[in-house]
């Protein structure tokens, strides 16, 4: 079980990771055979399917993401918690909100995660 002090600890150091573009310490939080799942690996790492096994698979691609973004900054808005799994739910530098679901393994890393972006239903609408 995940209690919520380690889910908030674990987003805030998330978050705090990503905001200082430390790749060492992002990869930190993830077990080396885990999985991640986003949309943005297909545009990112050429890779159609939007899955990448292992660390240094998703190192390399993390590697470029950052290069390609490097006023990329998110801010904490919630944190969702299940008995093995947490969800961070946040705002992006381009104030787009995207969530991210972690499962961890039982030496508390991330063993796969998911990542999800905003699809912006409530984009103003043009008026003729």
Known sequence: MISRAEALAFAQEWIAAWNAHDLPRILAHYADDFSMSSPYIAEIAGVASGR????????????????????????????????????????????????????????SQVQRAAAHYSIELHQPTEHA
Do not use: C, T
């Open 52 to 107: 990448l096994e292992g660390k240094s698979a998703v190192a390399d691609y993390w590697r470029k993401a950052l290069a390609k973004m490097p006023q990329l900054h998110f801010e904490l808005i919630d944190v969702l918690l299940s008995s093995d799994s947490v969800v961070i739910s946040y705002r992006n530098h381009a104030g787009r909100v995207a969530a991210e679901w972690f499962s961890f393994n039982a030496q």
